[in-house]
């Protein structure tokens, strides 16, 4: 065990050492009698049977610890204990006392382990009551009822030996009517960190401080120019708000020396909530205002403040789920792609927002649990690092110390392997003052055991804690964190650093096998089919874009809508992640519906030659260009359009409008033909859905010629006897003679009128309509 030096930097003196060890003899002398010791009364003479039922008893009442403080004290210091016990029994406790144990000091972390699982009084584990002073009585303690209690000693009272870690115990020895006499009948235990002075080599720890969310944003957008953002609910609101969870992982973490890991969609959504932004209502039918700009505002500049000078990490946008994309992604074609823009995606955001250059030479898989496909995958993008955890990467056995984090891997990369005790420890509920304080207590137990587990060699280690922790989880680790920036066995190394510390050649670099991947983690894992329905909206979304003539309003929000498809946060929420996808599809295929053939009615063709209308329409507030309409005759011997069985037009379309496009045909023969129109991209591929209505050709019979040219001879001879009739009557006005004007002008007629002028006849065709055409409408001839 490890022995404190006198000065940070120096070994002890031998005067010193010689104290200490002195110090720990005598104090070990009652303190092992005292672990020697049963409870005084029947107990102590009790057979076999009647000791497991006295083990029982030691459950009676509930101990609550809910503060100890100092968390790490000093020689000058006074430790005080409180919190509540409560009787959970039936009958009364009497004569009850609350009072301190110090165990001896414990050798390695499997040790802390066994005694944080422990529960109920061990005789002899749990040492002997300090006593005297140093205890709060209770005169009766009845059932369910909670009593609160405070206990005081000064450090120096608890005998500590040498510098370690001590078992804490908090115990209440009282008695009932069935068992009148003394014994321990409830009892919780903790751990005091000893190391009063500063080691000499001190432990580089790295602890990570991720600012990591769930998805918001939806992938629609406004019509308007700027794109109003639409979320899907105010939660995000929530957070950044004085006392959410990310004002308070902020708030808290511009005090302590870690390494920011950030999800630059976060930065993304924040940021789009300083301007105009949209809520959906819960139906999703309609959106309303957003009023939180305020906040956003505060929190971005807050957080721009806080990671001056300090090191930021930036995952892929999104936080993609590496390990789905390794297990289901990579069987669908284009996955892997997503990755790579994700990343390159995100260290632009991070950039631009925050003003800083982050690193993306980090991945960061689920609870740091590796196999070689998930290496692959993490790596695939550029990355050259991957935060592990050493339950997932395990030691065999042979080494008697916690090595350095870094371990190379092959192939030119580093597993960062994060510690499993320390990176776990504030995963429980710590909105309970009890689970917090004893979190914080067995942190800075199993922190100070690694220092001394070999006190001449010093080691980087690494903490990544849960990717979201809550507002106390958050509390928790600020506290155990700057009871490590006291900085007597620990100083605080960025993850740049602990990444490129020299590996222990003893440990272990063995990446784990697929089968040895948690079953727990694989079924919270994206399903396949999950990548499948993302790679259709990228088929779709190429296929929409080509026609838009301002691709970045959609191809922008689509494609971060499809990273946080990928988002690790799904984990656990298959219906929800089902459903964002879902909302994404829909939205859409709307988008691309929104350009479409108008629906068209059968339409008739008297004669051999005639033109067809066919309109389409764009309801984007964008143009569409390079885009095809093909008119297809289904009977081209028939009917042929143009020169062929079809005929092609270009379309372009003002957002907002329809185009009408006619098509000239010519009809080989009387009788019904089936015409397609469809839309195509530029480059041969379908566009919507096509249009089909039928064309009924009807020639003209020699019936019909006959009464035409019937009704143009009457109205030759029509025209004819009016003529004549005009003739006769100018020359009955001439043998009359003429007629004088006034002022003398005579009449200048030439004594026939002209001939009137036929007017231009009235167009064939009316005004273009959007709406559909009625049943039996005419062509254009």
């Known amino acids: ?121 061990v005789p002899g584990a749990d040492g002997s009551e300090i006593g005297g002073k140093y205890i709060e009585k209770f005169s009766k303690l009845a059932p369910g009822v909670p009593q609160d209690f405070s206990i005081s000693v000064p450090v120096k009272a608890l005998n500590l030996g040498v510098d370690g870690v001590y078992q804490l115990g908090v115990s209440l020895t009282g008695q009932t009517a069935a068992q009148p ?36 944003l939806t992938a629609e957008t406004g019509s308007d120019e700027q794109q109003t953002p639409v979320f899907k609910d105010d939660s995000l609101a929530q ?44 139906d999703g039918k309609s959106t309303v205002a957003g009023k939180h700009q305020a906040a956003a505002n505060q929190w971005l500049n807050d957080l721009g403040d806080a990671v001056k000078g300090k090191k930021v990490v930036a995952l892929p946008f ?16 284009g996955s892997l792609g997503h990755l790579k823009e994700a990343t390159e995606v995100g260290a632009d955001a991070v950039k631009a927002i925050l003003q800083v250059k982050p690193s993306t030479d980090f991945t960061w898989p689920a609870d740091g649990a590796i196999d070689p496909s998930i290496v692959d995958v993490a790596t695939s993008a550029g990355a050259h690092s991957v935060i592990a955890r050493s339950d997932s990467l395990r030691e065999g056995g042979n080494l008697l110390y916690t090595p350095n984090a870094a371990r190379p891997i092959g192939g030119g990369t580093t597993a960062v392997v994060a510690d499993a005790r320390l990176s776990t420890a504030f995963q429980g509920d710590m909105t309970e003052a009890e689970n917090s304080t004893l979190a914080v207590q067995e942190f800075l137990a199993q922190s100070l055991m690694i220092t001394l587990q070999d006190p001449e060699k010093q080691r980087s280690i690494v903490v990544a804690p849960q990717r979201m922790p809550s507002v106390s989880q958050a509390q928790s680790m600020a506290k155990a964190l700057t009871a490590l920036g006291e900085g007597r066995w620990s100083q605080p190394q960025d993850l740049a650093a602990a990444a490129k510390a020299k590996p222990d050649p003893n440990a272990t670099t063995q990446v784990p096998s697929a089968g040895a991947y948690p079953s727990a983690l694989r079924k919270q894992e994206l399903p396949q089919s999950a990548f499948e329905d993302i790679q259709n909206t990228q088929e779709m979304l190429k296929s929409f874009q080509v026609i838009l003539t301002e691709k970045d309003r959609v191809v922008t929000p689509f494609g971060r809508a499809m990273d946080r498809e990928m988002a690790t946060s799904w984990r656990g929420r298959a219906a929800a992640a089902t459903s964002y996808r879902d909302g994404v599809t829909e939205y859409l295929t709307t988008l691309t519906e929104q350009v479409s053939l108008i629906q068209k009615s059968d339409a008739k063709l008297s004669g051999r030659s005639a033109t067809i209308p066919v309109s389409v329409q764009n309801n984007l507030v964008q143009g569409v260009d390079h885009l095809v309409l093909r008119l297809t005759s289904m009977n081209p011997t028939r009917l042929k359009i143009g020169d062929g069985p079809y005929e092609e037009h270009p379309i372009k379309i003002a957002g907002g409008h329809s185009q009408s496009v006619k098509f000239t045909t010519t009809a080989n023969a009387n009788g019904p033909v089936p015409v397609y129109a469809q839309l195509y991209t530029e480059d041969g591929e379908p566009y919507g ?28 001879l029509a025209g004819f006897r009016m003529y004549t009739q005009r003739k006769r009557a100018a020359r009955k006005r001439a043998l009359e003679g003429p007629d004088e004007g006034p002022e003398g002008e005579s009449g200048t007629g030439s004594g026939e009128d002209d001939p009137e002028q036929p007017s231009d006849p009235t167009p064939d065709t009316a005004p273009e309509s959007t709406d559909p055409s009625e049943t039996g409408e005419r062509v254009d001839r």
Do not use: C
Request: hydrophobic share 40%; net charge neutral.
């Open 1 to 121: 065990m490890a022995e404190a030096a006198d000065i940070p930097g120096t070994s002890p003196s031998p005067a010193r050492r010689w104290l200490r060890r002195t110090a720990a003899l005598l104090v070990g002398a009652p303190l092992l009698a005292g672990l020697l010791q049963v409870p005084a009364g029947p107990a102590a003479h009790a057979d076999a049977p009647r000791a497991k039922a006295d083990a029982t008893g030691s459950s009676t009442v509930d101990v609550s610890l809910d503060k100890l403080t100092p968390t790490a004290p000093g020689e000058d210091d006074t430790l005080t204990v409180s919190g509540t016990v409560t009787n959970n029994g039936k009958q009364a406790v009497t004569t009850a006392q609350v009072g301190l144990r110090v165990g001896t000091a414990l050798t390695g972390r499997s040790q802390i382990d066994s005694a944080a699982k422990r529960t109920g009084f």
């Open 181 to 216: 006499y003394p014994q321990v009948l409830g009892i919780e235990r903790t751990f005091l960190p000893w190391q009063p002075d500063a080691t000499d080599t001190k432990t580089k720890t790295t602890y990570l401080w991720p600012l990591i969310s769930r998805t918001h």
């Open 239 to 282: 957070e950044i708000a004085p006392g959410g969870r990310l004002e308070q992982l902020l708030s808290l973490g511009r005090e302590l020396d870690v390494t920011w890991v950030i999800d630059p969609d976060l930065l993304a959504s924040v940021e789009a909530m300083t301007k105009s932004y949209r809520i959906q209502t819960k």
């Open 318 to 333: 999104a936080d993609p789920d590496l390990a789905s994309l390794a297990h289901t992604g990579k069987a669908v074609t």
């Open 689 to 716: 859905n096509p249009v089909r209505f039928e064309v009924n050709v009807t020639e003209i019979t020699l019936t019909v010629m006959l009464v035409i040219a019937g009704g143009i001879l009457l109205l030759v």
